[in-house]
């Protein structure tokens, strides 16, 4: 228990120091989103390619740990569906964002920093594919799916092409295959243009925890309690649980990597949730 607090602590201190700096106005609206942008495009995709630089995963990828992860957020993602259309009688495009809501975890911000303190340098190459593979089921499959439930499966084809020709310009997505590309190529960084990338990688933890506190300041709901507690409750109670019982008894995943999986499923909602709700319009005030 020391352990999981001293980990977690100083993480949750940098989030509440972000969400003090917006409520007392020391951040304002454009600077908050200067912040983001600074994490999204520079400081994030550095810290993601330097730390695939020095991880194993191009030396393959134990498919188990994504079967238990994504297995468990499908099962999740069908509970969401079925209950917040029958409990709450939600129309198709936000039983949509419900159901993402319910498994998108906040990996990229929360969830590598706090794997990597937990867990150590073992821990990059799952931690690091869980944050890719996420971000292409938001990009892709969250964006697909929000233009069939409103209504428009005549431009899915259309839709789909936007999104993938969007992937090369999603710094985040991009980062990991350059590196393994250089990784398999054993091309190895120049020193300057290396420590080019470090610097920017140090800054990402606390730039990130923080960039994410100030976005939580500024965020207001009006659905409905209960609807909302059921949500969280799939979030960070069913969710791992799933994910456990699908790593431990069906996969039989490694202890690091049950622990990798179930840290990443008990994260909150990913800030791409937030984002893809607000463009269609859906689950958000």
């Given at each position: 228990m020391d352990q999981v607090i001293g980990v977690a602590l100083p993480l949750f201190a940098i989030i509440l120091c972000g969400y003090i700096a917006r409520k007392k106005q020391l951040l304002n609206e454009v600077s908050t989103t200067g912040l983001v942008n600074l994490v999204y495009y520079f400081l994030l995709p550095a810290f993601l390619f330097i730390k695939t630089m020095s991880s194993t995963l191009h030396q393959g990828l134990d498919w188990r740990l994504l079967g238990s992860f994504y297995g468990a957020g499908a099962i999740i993602f069908i509970i969401a569906l079925v209950s917040g259309r029958m409990l709450y009688r939600h129309s198709r495009v936000s039983l949509a964002i419900r159901g993402l809501a319910a498994i998108s975890s906040n990996t990229g911000y929360m969830g590598m920093p706090l794997v990597i303190l937990a867990f150590g340098s073992a821990a990059i190459?799952?931690?690091?594919?869980?944050?890719?593979f996420d971000n292409i089921l938001v990009l892709i499959g969250g964006s697909l799916l929000m233009e069939i439930t409103q209504g428009k499966q005549a431009h899915w084809k259309q839709a789909l092409m936007q999104v993938l020709h969007g992937i090369p310009r999603n710094p985040i997505?991009?980062?990991?295959p350059l590196a393994l590309v250089l990784l398999i190529a054993n091309i190895s960084l120049p020193q300057p243009l290396r420590a080019f990338g470090e610097l920017l990688s140090n800054a990402a933890i606390a730039c990130a925890l923080f960039a994410l506190g100030a976005t939580l300041a500024i965020r207001t709901t009006k659905v409905r309690h209960?609807?909302?507690?059921?949500?969280?409750?799939?979030k960070l109670l069913l969710h791992p649980l799933i994910v456990f019982l699908l790593a431990r008894y069906v996969f039989a995943l490694e202890p690091l990597n049950i622990k990798i999986a179930v840290t990443m499923a008990t994260l909150p909602v990913a800030v791409n949730i937030y984002i893809l709700a607000s463009r269609y319009r859906a689950y958000v005030n």
């Open positions: 190459a799952p931690a690091v594919a869980i944050v890719v997505i991009m980062s990991v209960a609807d909302v507690w059921q949500v969280i409750a799939l």
